[in-house]
Each structure stands twice: as structure tokens, then as C-alpha cells.
């Protein structure tokens, strides 16, 4: 997507070979129209696919996907994190080994608004090692609902998590794919 290439290039802040910062519109301030037509190509992409609902991971993947749901008529589910593993029998549960923290948490879905009737869309703010989404497909196929493939704004493509989620056979449809960047350039695929 063009229009995003072009906010990344302009107001993205690459702080080394890996982390991408954009804070001043994705992450931390939002700019609500450009989320708006993120989000409008997501569900474009993936409209008539049956899909019943979108499902995120708190909290940066919860702006572009309550616009993804939205735009698409069908609920939001937020998977939540947890510091530690407090045993609940009314969730789903997974661990989650995070890129920007290194640390590990734990991922839950309440059982409540899940079943095997449901076909889900992930969406996501980045896609980087895959771990985040590879735990969120294994949450979400606890209940044995199906996968509808993964939505993403900004795919870091020198990372395996396309790679990954492929090999699962998960479609990934990410609107800015980087090849590679370090201080002072980015380049798309
Ligand atoms: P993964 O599990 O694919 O390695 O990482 C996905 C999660 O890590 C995303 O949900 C995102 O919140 C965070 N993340 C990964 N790489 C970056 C990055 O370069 N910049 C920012 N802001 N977040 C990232």
C-alpha cells in the first residue's frame, strides 16, 4: 500500500537493523484516517470469506483490527496478556515468546465467545518472528474454530514470520512489506 510505504518513509524511525518505531502513528499516537483505509484494504482483501470474527493481540493490533471489524460487519475478539500462567478453566491458554520485550507471557481467550462454528481473521500491527500470530492461531484453534488468514500493517520480511505461518498454511496479506532497513533507509518489497 503506497500511502503507508510513504508515512513509513516519512515519519518511521528505523532505531537499528530490527526495531521499526512508529509511534507518531500506529503505535502510540494514532492517525485515525490513514488506520481507517489500512484497515478498508484488509477487509477488502478478505471480504466473502465467510469470516465471523477478527481477532487481535492487545494492545497495538487493537486500533487497525476494531477498524478491520468494522468494515467488515463482525466482532472484535482482544487476546489478552497475562505476566504469568494463573490456571483458569474458563480460557484458552498459551505462552507467547515476545520480540520487542524478550520476554515470555501468557495468552488467553476467554472460552465464552469462541466456538467451532467461528472462522477468524487475525489482524496485527507487525509481523516480525511470527510468534505472536503462530500463538494466537493455536489459542484460537483450542476451540476448534478455523483461520481465516492473518492481516497485517507492516510485515518486517528479513524475519521468518511469513515463513512460518505458510509453512502452517496461514495466508498473510500485509499491506508493507520491508526488505531490509538500518538508520537511515528502508526499502520495500
Ligand atoms: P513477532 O511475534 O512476529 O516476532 O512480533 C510481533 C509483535 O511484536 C507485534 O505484535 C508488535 O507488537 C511487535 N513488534 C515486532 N517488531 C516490531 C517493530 O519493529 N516495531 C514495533 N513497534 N513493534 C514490533
Redesign the pocket.
Given at each position: 500500500m503506497k500511502l503507508l510505504e510513504e508515512k513509513i518513509k516519512t515519519d518511521g524511525v528505523a532505531?537499528n537493523e530490527?526495531?521499526?518505531?512508529?509511534?507518531s502513528f500506529?503505535?502510540h499516537q494514532i492517525d485515525p484516517m490513514l488506520m481507517q483505509e489500512m484497515a478498508n484494504e484488509i477487509a477488502a482483501h478478505f471480504k466473502g470469506r465467510g469470516i465471523t470474527k477478527i481477532a487481535t493481540?492487545e494492545s497495538?493490533?487493537i486500533a487497525p483490527a476494531l477498524m478491520v471489524s468494522l468494515a467488515l460487519g463482525v466482532p472484535l475478539l482482544i487476546l489478552k496478556k497475562q505476566p504469568s500462567k494463573i490456571l483458569n478453566q474458563d480460557l484458552y491458554q498459551t505462552v507467547?515468546?515476545?520480540?520487542?520485550k524478550e520476554t515470555n507471557y501468557e495468552l488467553t481467550l476467554s472460552k465464552k465467545y469462541i466456538s467451532q462454528n467461528d472462522h477468524v481473521l487475525i489482524v496485527?500491527?507487525?509481523?516480525?518472528?511470527?510468534?505472536?500470530?503462530?500463538?494466537a492461531i493455536r489459542l484460537i484453534r483450542m476451540s476448534y474454530a478455523t483461520i481465516a488468514g492473518l492481516g497485517i500493517l507492516?510485515e518486517?520480511s528479513f524475519?521468518p514470520?511469513r515463513e512460518k505461518l505458510e509453512a502452517q498454511g496461514i495466508e498473510v496479506y500485509a499491506l508493507a512489506r520491508i526488505g531490509n532497513m538500518g538508520e537511515n533507509f528502508i526499502s520495500f518489497i
Open positions: 532505531l530490527h526495531i521499526l518505531k512508529v509511534d500506529i503505535n493481540i497495538s493490533g507467547v515468546t515476545s520480540f520487542t496485527d500491527d507487525f509481523l516480525a518472528n511470527g510468534e505472536a500470530a503462530t500463538a507492516i518486517k524475519q514470520g
